[in-house]
């Protein structure tokens, strides 16, 4: 394989990494975006992928093209000063708050799977993502690159046994979901397909183009937002369709995949406690270098004494709800933001094609 082709491959996993962190690997994300939905979330589903390949390819392009070196200059490229540099210190308070919130929820995990101490287990998520950090943004997409097809090997294969264990069940799921008490994202499919398509943004802008900025040609950025997101969405309805298909036993829970691993097979569930440990690192080590990055170049000192900052501070900050109830408060909220994102972008790019 050309390195052309490994340099594709790597970025698009680490695309798909970043979208899949903990909420992904948990089932939370396909249970109140999707399934709470039933069939018309797989319609939704459908339509969430073809809007993220259109931003993964506008975000990789900007990037490119204007060389964008900090998450402030994507967004005042995208929005206007004024509401790029409020998108700017939102979207890094978003990302610490979401830190915190993925650190106390990785401690929980590994109690409720191995016995280990809350604090430990969040510890060493801390300590793993600070040194990562340290590495440099050529590290991470290297690292991200590996991890991402892991998590989803391990995602998907729990959710195709569990398709093949009892398929029959999957069209009486689609049916039972309307009457079940789920957590939604949004009470409208519809809306809730457009939310999910978009609440990554706040982290992709501030990513995305500065991987653009190393892209060495065009071929390389419309390879990867093929790729990346299309994969992506075809893991991801793979998830929804398990889910549905075991609804009876997985909607009121807090862990929805880890019920179908440990169904599967019981020590697989233990396994899949530290796939959903892969899925947070690969989701808060990227978007916390976007904040550092905004402040200072990496491999500098400063870099590294806010990165050991702001994870201390995140650490001790992660355990006020449950973490179904934490997705179901923060994601949305982030959503909306990301539509308007979503809408600025569509503008920018609508314009520069009317001023060729």
């Known amino acids: 394989m050309s390195k052309n082709w490994i340099r594709i491959a790597n970025i698009s996993g680490a695309y798909m990494a970043l979208l899949i962190g903990g909420a992904f690997a948990t089932g939370q994300e396909a249970m109140q975006f999707f399934v709470a939905f039933g069939f018309k979330g797989l319609i939704g589903l459908i339509i969430c992928g073809l809007i993220m390949v259109y931003t ?62 809350n604090i430990i287990g969040s510890s060493f998520m801390a300590i793993c993502t600070t040194i990562t950090l340290l590495l440099g943004l050529n590290k991470i997409i290297k690292i991200l690159g590996i ?3 892991l998590i989803i090997l391990f995602t998907v294969s729990s959710a195709i046994i569990s398709l093949f264990n009892d398929s029959s069940t999957l069209k009486a799921g689609i049916t039972l979901v309307s009457s079940l008490d789920i957590l939604k994202a949004s009470d409208n499919w519809f809306f809730s397909a457009i939310l999910y398509s978009v609440f990554s943004l706040p982290g992709l802008y501030g990513f995305l183009p500065l991987v653009g900025s190393t892209t060495k040609s065009g071929f390389e950025v419309k390879t990867i937002s093929l790729f990346g997101p299309l994969l992506f969405t075809a893991v991801m309805a793979i998830v929804v369709l398990a889910l549905l298909g075991s609804i009876k036993s997985v909607y009121n829970t807090e862990v929805p995949i880890l019920v179908l691993a440990t169904n599967v097979f019981p020590i697989y569930g233990s396994i899949f406690a530290f796939v959903i440990f892969l899925g947070i690192y690969s989701t808060v080590t990227p978007l916390i270098w976007t904040v550092c990055r ?15 900052l702001l994870t201390s501070i995140c650490l001790f900050g992660g355990n006020l709800l449950p973490f179904g109830k934490l997705i179901n408060i923060i994601y949305p909220s982030i959503g909306y933001i990301g539509l308007m994102l979503f809408i600025s972008l569509v503008f920018k790019d609508l314009k520069f094609q009317k001023a060729k």
Not at 294 to 308: H, K, Q, V
């Open 56 to 117: 993964c390819y506008s975000l990789l392009n900007a990037g490119r093209n204007n060389d964008l070196k900090t998450n402030e200059d994507v967004f005042r490229y995208f929005c206007g000063h004024w509401l790029g540099v409020f998108m700017t210190w939102y979207t890094m308070i978003m990302i610490i708050a979401v830190y915190g919130v993925m650190l106390g929820g990785v401690g929980a995990t590994l109690e409720q799977a191995y016995n280990i101490p």
């Open 147 to 149: 991890i991402g097809p």
């Open 294 to 308: 905004r402040f200072f170049d990496e491999y500098t000192m400063n870099f590294n004494l806010l990165a050991i």
